[in-house]
């Protein structure tokens, strides 16, 4: 099976900051990775596939880059609303995996 | 507008059963490899099964291989999950979610095992 780590596993910030999140597989999954957003008591909401590719109507301060076993998941200019649980996961084969989530904080 | 809703969620007593429905609509519900994607409480997610779009291909977590069918209905556009053996470690919140790499959730049905 893939694994996907996360790193780091929680992260404070600012209002106004730049944060990256890193995600690596255990294997290469190409660029079968995906990245949603969780907020406390909703359902994770999708953000971006194909590693780099933005989802409709996500805004464009978040980007995703990476193949191979190394991705990274940016989100530029912070803002409350960004505050919330990110998971990377990988769609390359079955058992599909998601890392262990991320959770960002205000400072 | 693409909506996903999960229903027949419950409490269960552990070696009970139950059945999840998603029903799906604002899209060919056909066209689309579909998923399950639990939540236990304060934890992370994790990827529980996938059904292809005729139904012919289905994936299950080890965790649940065995004791979970999905399967799916596309004349009434709903997926199923029927649980089966239900542990205490399968309370969760259990979402659907439409294609591999997830663009759409539904809202989640909480599911508890307990005695």
């Known amino acids: 099976d893939i694994q996907m780590t996360q790193s780091p596993s929680s992260l404070s910030a600012s209002v106004g900051d730049r944060v990256t999140i890193t995600c690596r597989a255990s294997q290469d999954i190409s660029n079968y990775l995906a990245w949603f957003q969780q907020k406390p008591g909703k359902a994770p909401k999708s953000l971006i596939y194909a590693a780099s590719s933005l989802q409709s109507g996500v805004p464009s301060k978040f980007s995703g880059s990476g193949s191979g076993t190394d991705f990274t998941l940016t989100i530029s200019n912070l803002q409350p609303e960004d505050f919330a649980t990110y998971y990377c996961q990988h769609y390359n084969s079955y058992p599909l995996t998601f890392g262990q989530g991320t959770r960002l904080e205000i400072k | 507008e693409v909506q996903l809703l999960e229903s027949g969620g419950g409490l269960v007593q552990p070696g009970g059963s139950l059945r999840l429905s998603c029903a799906a609509s604002g899209f060919t519900f056909s066209d689309y490899d579909m998923n399950w994607v639990r939540q236990a409480p304060g934890r992370g997610l994790e990827w529980v099964s996938t059904i292809s779009t005729t139904g012919g291909g289905t994936y299950y977590a080890d965790s649940v291989k065995g004791r979970f069918t999905i399967s799916r209905d596309n004349s009434k556009n709903t997926l199923y999950l029927q649980m089966n053996s239900l542990r205490a470690e399968d309370t969760a919140i259990y979402y659907c979610?439409?294609?591999?790499?997830?663009?759409?959730w539904g809202q989640g049905a909480l599911v508890t095992v307990s005695s």
């Open positions: 979610a439409r294609r591999t790499g997830g663009d759409y």
